[in-house]
């Protein structure tokens, strides 16, 4: 998933996806070459709702010019592709080359489909460069062996944790507060949000911290509250992978969070700020609209919240804005015990930056060398860009061989959230380290606000200590992670939701018979296949 859209604009999207064009048939009887003798390369790409049509992308045009081939775009929104993806699998009919629609894990459950891009490597060098530079990310896509789908890597201030914890500076200074940096002093300073009128309109409408509510198939994810794990020295990894199912790793030892006395803190700690009134009562399952409007405060002037888990300050409102202006992020604080030199903060970094399921190609590509052609280009510097940035020339300056400016014109589309001609987050593309941009205000603002934890990066060692991104269960466990997971969090989230809204996690009887639970619903059995992948990649 790609994530700021996510937190803002979520009713404007949803409202335009509907009129994105459906997934064109590709049958047969259309020619594979045009009349004037040039390969046809049919390309699907998933569009979002901020995004203008491949039509009005000058790039895409000089994209067919470069490669010597007619493009057929096909364009296909997010609601749309999760109606028709499982029939386009089935029917194995996918066009020469997909952008954005197809993960390892689909390729692998039907490989016939689909065309094996790691034994074409010759054929794209700048694949093979991008793979050469980010090693990692390569072992992302290898399932078993073998490379169906291409990663992403966007513009390198995207790397940082995709969470960040935020606070209302404008509230701390008015009420002469320093930034907390353990859970007492969060509390206090929570306390003093709620009962100081920091916002000044003389109601008590402040929410101190809004936790976004939990999932039901999972313990954490992106802005979730389990993130304050990271207070206690356990690593998350939030934005993706195992560690949504409590994962984590320690010293190189697998375990779920759930079954540890720290997990068992943040539950009552969260617990505790409910009963206290400082956060909102409904909070577990209060839906997103309602959340972001929280967040959001009266749209104008007066901010509603003093902390929460955002993006960036984007999560309360338009960049530059009056409300937006006033948050900060801030370093994780320590939870009761905890040294600061322990406390670790969020490992998403290299998903934030790079995703593994960006450019896939139809084993049946009527041109096949034209349609790797097109995958080549498509990875190289000019047209990685451009797939960020849009145009160059237009949307996007060139200054030098590796600097770029985005134009203020390109800004305004990114502020009006609609008709931007470039594909943002979701190109299949890679957008090398050497190569920096500016003028990107939403990388600008991110990578601010993920400063604020390059030093809880430090306290801890990405591969012994976490789950690396790298690291996949081999397809024949895949089922039996999914299944167990399904039966575990049907019990343990209602009881969680339970513990954070009546409490009863510190009574050793209670706490004990969930842990004797989670055993049931056979926990441990996720642990070993989770141990088993790391063994097998990081040792
Ligand atoms: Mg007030």
Not at 130 to 150: A, C
Not at 245 to 254: L, P, T
Not at 426 to 445: C, E, F, K, P, Q
């Amino acid at each position: 998933m790609s994530e700021q859209h996510i937190a803002i604009k979520t009713v404007a999207a949803l409202a335009a996806l509907a009129t994105l064009g459906s997934l064109a048939a590709c049958g047969n009887s259309q020619s594979s070459v045009a009349s004037d003798g040039k390969p046809i390369v049919k390309i699907l790409v998933l569009k979002k709702s901020d995004q203008a049509k491949m039509s009005k992308m000058a790039w895409a045009q000089q994209l067919a010019k470069d490669a010597g081939v007619h493009i057929q775009w096909h364009e296909v929104s997010d609601q749309a592709w999760g109606q028709q993806k499982n029939a386009a699998l089935a029917a194995g009919e996918i066009d020469d080359v997909d952008i954005d629609t197809f993960s390892p894990s689909d390729a692998a459950h039907n490989p016939d489909a689909f065309e094996e891009l790691g034994k074409d490597l010759d054929k794209l060098p700048n694949v093979k460069k991008f793979f050469r530079d980010e090693p990692d990310i390569k072992k992302t896509v290898t399932l078993g062996g073998k490379i169906y789908v291409l990663p992403s890597g966007r513009f390198k201030k995207f790397e940082g944790a995709g969470s960040h914890l935020m606070i209302n500076k404008t509230w701390l200074d008015k009420l002469g507060l320093s930034v907390p940096t353990t859970w007492d002093q969060l509390e206090n300073v929570l306390k003093a949000f709620k009962t100081r009128d920091p916002n000044g309109n003389g109601k008590a409408d402040e929410i101190p911290f809004n936790p976004k509510k939990l999932e039901t198939d999972r313990i954490t994810d992106w802005y979730l509250p389990t993130i304050l794990m990271n207070s206690t020295g356990i690593v998350t990894t939030s934005n993706s992978g195992p560690s949504q199912s409590g994962i984590y790793v320690k010293n190189g030892k697998v375990g779920n969070f759930m079954q540890t006395p720290q997990f068992r803190q943040v539950i009552e700690f969260l617990y505790k700020l409910r009963a206290e009134g400082l956060t909102p009562q409904d909070w577990v399952t209060a839906d997103d609209d309602k959340y972001n409007a929280r967040n959001g405060g009266d749209g104008k002037s007066a901010a509603t919240v003093g902390v929460a888990f955002g993006w960036d300050d984007s999560a309360f409102g338009a960049y530059g804005s009056k409300i937006a202006n006033q948050y900060i992020s801030i370093p994780m604080p320590a939870a009761p015990g905890v040294p600061a030199s322990k406390v670790v903060a969020d490992g998403s970094g290299p998903m934030t930056r790079f995703e593994n399921y960006k450019c896939a190609m139809s084993s049946h590509a009527s041109n096949k060398e034209a349609a790797l052609k097109v995958i080549n280009l498509l990875y190289s510097k000019k047209y990685s860009v451009q797939q960020e940035y849009g145009t160059i020339g237009t949307d996007v300056l060139q200054k030098g061989t590796n600097s770029f400016e985005v134009t203020p014109g390109f800004r305004k589309k990114m502020a009006e959230g609609s008709g931007l001609p470039a594909l943002s987050d979701r190109l299949a593309g890679w957008v090398s380290n050497d190569i920096n941009v500016t003028g990107d205000y939403v990388a600008d603002h991110f990578a601010k606000a993920d400063e604020a934890y390059h030093e809880q990066y430090k306290h801890y060692n990405h591969k012994t200590d976490m789950m690396p991104n790298y690291v996949q269960l081999p397809e024949s466990e895949q089922n039996d992670f999914a299944n167990t997971n399904t039966a575990l969090f049907n019990y343990a989230i209602p009881v969680v939701a339970r513990f954070v809204t009546k409490g009863g996690a510190d009574d050793d009887a209670k706490w004990n018979q969930f842990q004797a639970n989670l055993k049931r619903y056979k926990i441990d059995d996720n642990v070993k296949l989770w141990q088993q992948a790391y063994d097998k990649y990081v040792k």
